[in-house]
């Protein structure tokens, strides 16, 4: 049980400082993994920025995600979902689309016109406050492969064990550190567990250390 997700983010960054991250990049999913994430770029003096992406959701469900998009590249289907609903990618159409502009409008929103942080080379550390099914990951993991970092760590506060699985093998590392077998849902897992807001997520990225920080540097 975690307090909060700051304090989440400060357990996860004394795990990530025992490991040689070299030049390290914190990449948070707005909105829960901001809070997260500040602790952990304050701790290792590295810039954050934003990973962002957004669930395509069934037209019979919404909740329930078809695939994802992160911003910039192509989506993902949950292809045996679709199979037996008996729908395909393009029946997505109008949603991809909606998917690409709330992407847009969150990054103007939120950075106001920052660039972007370099991640050609450079450890890229993807934090969320929690990990459900691993949807939203997976079209994360696109959309890092594109960008060439050296290696990527998933950082997660907790997770169910199917999910860590199966996303085990698309990064460097994983640490996760709550994986009951028996998991219901993230926010049961915190004592506080209030909708992070839009302010919140633009105070954590005016907070953390700015672009270049971090560069050329081997924590361990």
Request: hydrophobic share 50%; with cysteine.
């Amino acid at each position: 049980m975690f307090e909060d997700r700051i304090s989440a983010g400060l357990q996860l960054a004394g795990h990530l400082a025992e490991l040689p991250v070299k030049d390290p990049v914190v990449l948070a999913l707005p909105r829960g993994g901001a809070p997260v994430a500040l602790p952990i770029a304050q701790a290792l003096q590295a810039p954050m920025d934003l990973l962002l992406v957004r669930k395509i959701g069934m037209p019979s469900n919404p909740e329930l995600a078809a695939g994802a998009l992160a911003e910039g590249s192509n989506p993902i289907f949950n292809n045996a979902l679709l199979q037996i609903a008996g729908l395909r990618p393009e029946d997505f159409a109008a949603q991809v689309a909606q998917a690409r502009e709330e992407n847009a409008a969150r990054r103007a929103r939120y950075l106001r016109g920052r660039a972007p942080v370099e991640l050609a080379g450079r450890t890229a550390i993807v934090v969320d406050d929690g990990i459900a099914t691993g949807a939203t990951f997976m079209a994360a993991h696109i959309w890092l492969m594109e960008r060439g970092p050296a290696s990527v760590i998933l950082a997660v506060p907790v997770a169910p064990p199917e999910a860590v699985d199966e996303l085990r093998p698309l990064v460097d590392t994983v640490i996760c550190l709550l994986s009951p077998e028996e998991f219901r849902a993230v926010g049961v897992h915190y004592r506080d567990f209030t909708q992070t807001s839009d302010a919140e997520v633009m105070a954590a990225l005016a907070a953390a250390p700015q672009a270049g920080a971090g560069k050329d540097r081997t924590w361990h």
